[in-house]
């Protein structure tokens, strides 16, 4: 079982279903959506676009997935997290489609300084609760800096390597067919959305390897965690 810290809106948003319609999957409810019609692509074709995202659900990473080491659990990494986030105020930002490096996402256009704040804590304060014990896996590509962080922290995008993003298909090459028809899709499925408010920090689970990510709380700046059942 393994748990991540996401920004990610509360389930019953506006913002939240667009995204979850968006990737064909409901990580709250569990349930499959359909998503939007797409000239140029058929349902397949964004299916397997799309899969990669649609397993983690529609999130953005503060802390990238982890197991709790022995002694700890689900009520104590809650706890925790709940206590980090009251250290917060609410903020907004800023979003625009775009491409990062060879996958489409939504981005912030000037992540503000408290973005950042809120990742690095997220990555550190909750660093005590996580499993390391495991082999490292090697990931390729990365260079000397990232290969430590991955080493240190469990991911290799971090600190000053970190790049906040909301994730909108699996690897792509931009100028191809497929890319240009999602690209024209996003912008017309998320041009309600170019504001986000972060208020909180959401916690997701995979209750299995290789199972869909599942919306398990939600704790709020103001002090108010939510656990979600769906």
């Not at 506006?14 to 499959?32: E, I, Y």
């Not at 799309?50 to 709790?68: I, M």
């Amino acid at each position: 079982m393994r748990y991540a810290l996401y920004y990610a809106p509360r389930p019953d948003s506006a913002f939240w279903r667009a995204g979850s319609g968006w990737l064909g999957q409901d990580a709250h409810s569990g349930l499959q959506v359909l998503p939007p019609h797409a000239p140029g692509l058929d349902a397949e074709t964004w299916a397997e676009l799309t899969a990669a995202p649609a397993r983690y659900g529609w999130h953005a990473t503060l802390k990238a997935p982890f197991s709790l080491r022995a002694g700890v659990d689900e009520e104590a990494l809650l706890a925790r997290t709940a206590v980090l986030a009251r250290r917060f105020q609410p903020f907004e930002l800023s979003l625009e489609v775009a491409w990062l490096a060879d996958f489409l996402a939504l981005r912030p256009m000037a992540p503000p300084p408290d973005l950042a704040e809120l990742a690095a804590a997220c990555v550190v304060e909750l660093e005590a609760l996580a499993d390391r014990e495991s082999p490292w896996k090697v990931r390729a590509g990365l260079d000397a800096r990232q290969e430590r962080l991955q080493r240190r922290w469990g991911y290799p995008y971090v600190f000053e390597q970190y790049r906040f993003h909301l994730t909108l298909s699996g690897r792509l090459t931009p100028d191809s067919a497929e890319g240009r028809a999602l690209e024209r899709a996003a912008r017309r499925h998320f041009a309600a959305f170019a504001r986000a408010w972060v208020d909180g920090v959401a916690v997701f689970v995979e209750t299995a390897a290789g199972e869909p990510f599942r919306y398990l709380a939600h704790c709020g700046f103001d002090g108010q965690a939510a656990r979600y059942e769906a």
